[in-house]
């Protein structure tokens, strides 16, 4: 590595040195140098090196989409600690859609630049398999220009389970109903001691990574999460990332990671660890400039506006980020457990906080195809 390209860098941490050359290099790190990353206090460095990455993947570009959420129901029996988003059937604030209540819900939020119906929800204990592959089937005949990206691998393991089929004959059925990728939601922390604490029921980490590949084998593109700010340690985030990063490397499909910060209101976790603080700005930043460094064979890292406020996702965007997710409309799960954002934005707030930061607005479909390009 040229000293001259250090110097321009002006590291101030010696330790992040030798870090710095590998990744100019394009080299790939490794846990140790992940701990060290996340343990500077060099932060302008670290946010440097991760833009510098980004700016490699994608150039000025920074991308969004036209998205719905749709949570079908809120019934859940999984008792996951950090979630405030789940009821059981008689509780106050349960609802539970038919298929009639969700075309008219998505009636009710459609508009012509729409790409993306992203679904996810409760475990339901007793709807019938045959009710999913109507949603996605009926979705998608009624809604031809929008790509419906639909449930996270902890809700595919539930089909496995109710069905008794496998995760491939899941996906192969929902593929063939329309389905078009997946959202990444449900992994929460990987490390063992902590899922046991946050979500002992819940699909294991090596299902939510069986699900991921077969997806991925069967030509199904996904997202992939990790909730951070709670009871895990930055080992465990490490342990997270570098599972994620093997399984791209083995089975690619994974198309962005988008860490989720941890919601703190209205949920048992927070109630137990007596936590109402959200994560700190800089623990966002770095959280993500981190990932950009360790998650080299992953396109894009999402700066998710809805759960660490679009101020502070504009920054992001220096950080590593390359992407925003999107308008979003009727955002659920996070606001059940308190986020203060809204539930939506529109696409001119979009475009504004990504051109006042210098890079060029793309709107995207799920897939990432380029529908527009704001130069
Ligand atoms: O699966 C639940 C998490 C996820 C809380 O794939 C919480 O493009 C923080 O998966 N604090 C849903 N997180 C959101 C999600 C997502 C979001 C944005 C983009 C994509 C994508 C996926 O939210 C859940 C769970 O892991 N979650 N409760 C909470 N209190």
Redesign the pocket.
């Given at each position: 590595m040229a000293v001259s390209n250090l110097l321009k860098l002006n590291i101030r941490d010696p330790k992040l040195k030798p870090i710095a050359d590998k990744i100019l290099e394009g080299k790939r790190l490794d846990f140790d140098e992940g701990m060290i990353l996340y343990s500077t206090r060099d932060f302008p460095t670290l946010a440097r090196l991760a833009d510098i990455v980004r700016e490699r993947k994608v150039g000025q570009k920074a991308y969004f989409v036209h998205s719905l959420r749709l949570s079908q129901t809120n019934i859940c029996y999984v008792g996951?600690t950090?979630?405030?988003?789940q009821r059981r059937f008689d509780e106050e604030g349960a609802w539970d859609y038919d298929l009639e209540d969700v075309w008219a819900f998505v009636d009710n939020h459609y508009h012509p630049e729409l790409t993306e119906i992203?679904i996810?929800s409760g475990h339901h204990p007793k709807r019938k398999w045959d009710y999913y592959l109507d949603l996605v089937s009926g979705l998608t005949s009624r809604y031809p220009g929008v790509q419906v990206?639909a449930w996270?691998a902890?809700e595919i393991h539930h089909f496995s389970k109710i069905t008794r089929m496998s995760y491939r004959e899941i996906l192969s059925e929902l593929k063939e109903a329309g389905l078009v990728a997946?959202?990444?939601?449900?992994?929460?922390i990987f490390a063992e001691h902590v899922r046991k604490r946050i979500a002992k029921n819940k699909v294991t980490a090596d299902g939510w990574l069986e699900v991921h590949r077969t997806a991925h084998e069967l030509g199904i593109p996904?997202?992939?999460?990790m909730?951070y700010?709670h009871v895990e340690s930055l080992a465990d985030r490490l342990d997270h990332m570098l599972r994620l990063r093997q399984l791209q490397d083995e089975s690619p499909g994974f198309l962005?990671f988008?860490p989720?910060?941890?919601?703190?209101?209205n949920?048992p976790?927070?109630k137990e660890l007596n936590k109402s603080e959200f994560t700190t700005g800089l623990d966002d930043l770095r959280n993500l400039a981190v990932a950009r460094l360790m998650l080299d064979n992953f396109p894009h890292i999402?700066g998710?506006w809805?759960?660490i406020t679009p101020e502070l996702t504009q920054v992001t965007l220096s950080s590593g980020v390359s992407d925003v997710?999107g308008t979003i409309k009727d955002e659920r799960?996070?606001h059940?457990?308190?986020a203060v954002t809204e539930r939506g934005m529109t696409e001119s707030a979009l475009l504004r906080l990504i051109k006042d930061t210098g890079r060029v607005p793309v709107k995207r479909d799920a897939l990432y195809n380029e529908l527009k390009v704001y130069a």
């Open positions: 996951c950090f979630c405030g988003f992203h996810s990206k996270t902890a997946m959202p990444g939601g449900g992994a929460e996904t997202n992939a999460t909730l700010g962005s988008i989720l910060a941890f919601q703190p209101d949920n976790l927070a999402k998710y809805i759960m997710d799960i996070a059940a457990s308190g």
